[in-house]
């Protein structure tokens, strides 16, 4: 390995303690570094080979830190594909963290809106439009919003 490979991979490592990446982003951060794209294919390449980058790894910690954060699946879903994680990957994801959606948005709902239900369709169409911005999908919004459970 050269040095400005090591210097790459360093610089790689110091980014990776700091939290989680994807190699997309790592690549994005690290592309002005690199003599040359090669260089940094390589580096990225036996970062994996190390386990010290995962893209599934990665993909777990985001649906955590986005579902702590009160988003929903879709939202949660198109921020991992801009961030360069696959589809099937994202869904797996999705499928395995297991979130209750339905609790998830009712409980944004109240931390938003408060406990009182709506009065009009002014007031029912402003909730919908900030569940969907947060990432629900329409039919769990409209049962949070309604007042009513999905299994009704």
């Known amino acids: 390995m050269s040095s400005s490979e090591t210097e790459l991979r360093r610089a790689a490592m110091d980014l990776l303690s700091r939290r989680e990446h994807s190699r997309k982003e790592l690549w994005q951060k690290l592309r002005n570094r690199a003599e040359t794209p090669e260089m940094l294919e ?4 036996t970062l994996e080979a190390d386990r010290l980058l995962s893209d599934e790894r990665f993909a777990e910690s985001f649906v955590r830190s986005r579902v702590s954060r009160g988003l ?3 939202r949660i879903k198109q921020e991992l594909l801009q961030k360069g994680i696959a ?3 994202v869904s797996m994801q999705l499928e395995a963290f297991d979130e209750d959606w339905l609790q998830q948005a009712q409980d944004v709902n109240v931390k938003k809106f408060g406990t009182t239900p709506v009065k009009d369709p002014k007031e029912k169409a402003k909730r919908v439009r900030y569940l ?3 990432g629900f999908h329409i039919d769990t919004i409209l049962a ?3 007042g009513r459970r999905n299994d009704e």
Do not use: E
Not at 42 to 45: F, K, N, Q, W
């Open 72 to 74: 929903g699946p879709t």
């Open 87 to 89: 589809a099937d990957l």
């Open 42 to 45: 390589v580096v990225l390449g």
């Open 132 to 134: 969907q911005y947060r």
């Open 144 to 146: 949070v919003v309604d």
